[in-house]
């Protein structure tokens, strides 16, 4: 007989005591048998209590320090072959740990658990997921569902691989996907439907709007820089010729502006190929 792989479910939290009397105690009875981790990511309510109460491992932060760094304590703690990761705020639906399993015993080293477009609160998040899958499908020439989605499952072995370049922010869904893709492994997703959570949301709008832009740039770093940088290297050039083209039969002359579109669509094309090299070098001893 094969031997059956072992489960793991890491749960970052932060101030979910609301959550976690109803999440729980439907965790435990769905998973009896899997290791339940939660990360008390510097919790001021009790948090910490309830999940002890509940009888799984809890581990304490000190202090907040971030989604993505409760994620990466999880992964290094967690004791089985297969490691899922999942919202302790009552979003994700413990129910559909079965559909993700099943999907990564099909050959996937992940499988990802894709939103419907229902899921997204508000109009701008829908808009900027959309945007996001749109952009990391063109980056790397698969269809990506849901870039963003904090619910998913992987082989434990090859996401630790990876652990050293998750932030610790909310962008390490986005980090662990395209470091997946870069490397060759295969990535899957299956459809969920994630409800609204209970409580304040820790996600700022407003402030989160740089970690937007920054996940964009991830993308483009973490896959293939070349890609990112050729065609803005491009754009710049050709407002650079355009301009140039402008003034010479306008004036008679080549301008300054010109000159410095020209040398930053270069400095542009030259960054993307040291950035193509270092991003490499982050993926030669993946096996």
């Known amino acids: 007989m094969k031997n059956i792989p072992s489960i793991s479910i890491v749960l970052p939290a932060k101030n979910e005591s609301k959550n976690l009397p109803t999440f729980l105690p ?3 009875s769905l998973y009896p048998h899997a290791e339940i981790v939660l990360v008390n990511d510097g919790s001021t309510d009790e948090t910490a209590a309830i999940a002890r109460a509940a009888g799984v491992l809890v581990i304490d932060h000190p ?3 971030g989604n993505g760094a409760a994620v990466k304590t999880g992964a290094r703690q967690a004791k089985g072959d297969i490691l899922v990761f999942m919202d302790a705020d009552g979003q994700h639906d413990p129910a559909d740990i079965s559909a993700l399993l099943a999907k990564l015993n099909d050959g996937y080293d992940m499988v990802v658990g894709a939103r419907n477009v229902r899921s997204h609160a508000s109009l701008f998040r829908r808009l900027a997921n959309n945007f996001y899958n749109k952009l990391a499908s063109l980056m790397t020439g698969h269809k990506i569902e849901d870039l963003t ?3 998913r499952a992987a082989k434990a072995n090859k996401f630790r691989k990876f652990l050293y370049l998750l932030p610790n922010g909310f962008s390490y869904p986005t980090t662990s996907t395209m ?3 870069r490397s060759g492994f295969p990535v899957a997703y299956t459809p969920i439907h994630a409800g ?3 409580g304040k949301s820790h996600i700022r709008l407003l402030h989160d709007g ?4 920054i996940i964009i740039l991830r993308i483009g770093v973490l896959f293939s820089p070349m890609r990112l940088f050729l ?5 710049v050039f050709g407002m650079g010729a355009g301009y140039y083209g402008y003034t010479y039969f306008t004036e ?3 301008t300054n502006m010109s000159a410095v579109l020209f040398l930053s669509a270069l400095f542009i094309f030259l960054i993307g190929i040291v950035s193509e090299q270092i991003s490499s070098l982050h993926y030669k001893n993946i096996e």
């Open 231 to 235: 065609p803005v290297s491009g754009t």
């Open 252 to 254: 008679g002359r080549f």
């Open 149 to 151: 989605s904090g619910f």
């Open 26 to 28: 439907k965790l435990t």
């Open 210 to 213: 740089l970690r937007f832009f």
């Open 179 to 181: 470091a997946f893709f």
């Open 196 to 198: 609204r959570r209970s």
């Open 63 to 65: 202090y907040c320090m």
